[in-house]
């Protein structure tokens, strides 16, 4: 059996340089305020309201290519719809997603209704840990995944079209990795997926102590790679990468491409602090009170949280980090999927199959 904290320990990071272009990737927290209760996130116990103004979103650099709003529940911010349009005008050729808990199907539809006035392209991702009721035992919320399905309809009645599923895995759900993606694919919807993980600031501060087995592990994210790898869409075979990445930290504790994080990357909480990621303490310095965010991006506390990035001895592997850390690495990337369609082929040409999506579970 594996502990989650134990998978962290070797520094695969890279040096940043001295010369820092702004970042092309951001996750953007803005409220840490939540109405779900989940086991691996303690953001539910929190009470300050975000301080971020909606004019402070407009000091975000224009070279933003990624940007994930997130929380905390994002919807539950009343200027939401504000802060996205202000980050669309901002950063116009960024593509922007909002990840939501989903459980509150009227308001989602209602804001998101509003976001699709000036921008038609809005992505939603809804966190689904679970089918049956482990949704539920993980959420702690009632009827959780019913709602999430609610929401996801009601999204599309309004004419969402970049709409997809966040998993997260935990000590209790491993084996509702391949089943949530096979509830994706009922759903026609995207799916990605995470290990939960301890963080000193993000997450209320959780720390995950939980033992999964090493099997079960390798098992689901081996039926998602190979499920990925035969798709024949090269952002699949990216995804089945993605994948890869987790099953190494989860198994070995390897990070299997240098961070990118504070370079390309930042994450942004709701009261102006920025930080090289989610798991990186070191504020880089504050958004409100910068005068700009070259100022910033370019001030010795940010030169300080790159050094830490550098000297980290924890390995992660996220999505948002890992976006751009694949973009950096697309020879290395593109080997791996080279080499794994050469494995499968003579599956492929004999038609066998030896892992298969689980069933796709009913929808309640
Ligand atoms: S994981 Fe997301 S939905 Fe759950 S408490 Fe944390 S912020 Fe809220």
């Known amino acids: 059996m594996l502990r989650f904290p134990d998978m962290f320990s070797r520094n695969t990071t890279r040096r940043t340089t001295s010369r820092i272009p702004l970042p092309t990737d951001a996750v953007v927290a803005v409220t840490y305020l939540c109405n779900s209760r989940c086991t691996m996130c303690d953001f539910w116990k929190e009470t300050r309201q975000p301080t971020m103004t909606v004019e402070d979103y407009r000091k975000l650099p224009p070279t933003l290519r990624d940007i994930n709003v997130s929380g905390g529940e994002p919807f539950l911010h009343p200027q939401i719809v504000a802060i996205v349009r202000a980050l669309h005008e901002t950063c116009p050729k960024a593509r922007i997603t909002i990840s939501t808990n989903g459980f509150l199907t009227d308001l989602i539809c209602k804001r998101t209704r509003d976001i699709l006035e000036f921008l038609p392209d809005i992505g939603i991702r809804i966190s689904i840990d679970g089918v049956g009721d482990m949704h539920e035992r993980i ?71 939980r033992r999964v087995d090493p099997a079960v592990v390798a098992r689901e994210f081996d039926v998602l790679m190979e499920a990925e790898l035969r798709r024949w869409r090269p952002k ?14 989860a198994l070995d504790g390897v990070q299997v491409l240098p961070s990118r994080a504070g370079t390309d990357f930042f994450f942004l909480d709701p009261f102006g602090n920025v930080y090289p990621s989610v798991v990186h303490p070191s504020v880089m310095g504050n958004c409100a009170a910068a005068t700009s965010f070259s100022d910033l991006w370019t001030s010795t506390a940010a030169a300080h949280a790159r050094r830490v990035v550098a000297a980290w001895d924890r390995p992660y592997w996220m999505v948002c980090t890992a976006r751009t850390a694949i973009r950096r690495n697309l020879p290395r990337v593109a080997r791996w999927v080279l080499v794994q369609q050469l494995r499968l082929l003579p599956q492929r040409l004999t038609g066998h199959r030896s892992l298969s999506v689980p069933t796709a579970a009913a929808t309640p």
Not at 153 to 175: C, K, P, S
Not at 179 to 206: H, I, M, N, P
């Open 139 to 209: 959420r702690r919320i009632p009827q959780a995944l019913q709602k999430d399905l609610a929401t996801l309809r009601g999204l599309r009645a309004i004419g969402v079209r970049d709409i997809g599923f966040g998993y997260t895995m935990t000590e209790e759900n491993v084996e509702h990795c391949t089943k949530v993606y096979a509830l994706a694919q009922q759903e026609r919807v995207d799916c990605t997926w995470a290990v939960a993980q301890s963080s000193d600031f993000y997450f209320g501060g959780k720390q995950i102590e």
């Open 236 to 249: 699949s075979w990216v995804r089945a990468y993605f994948a890869y990445g987790l099953r190494r930290l």
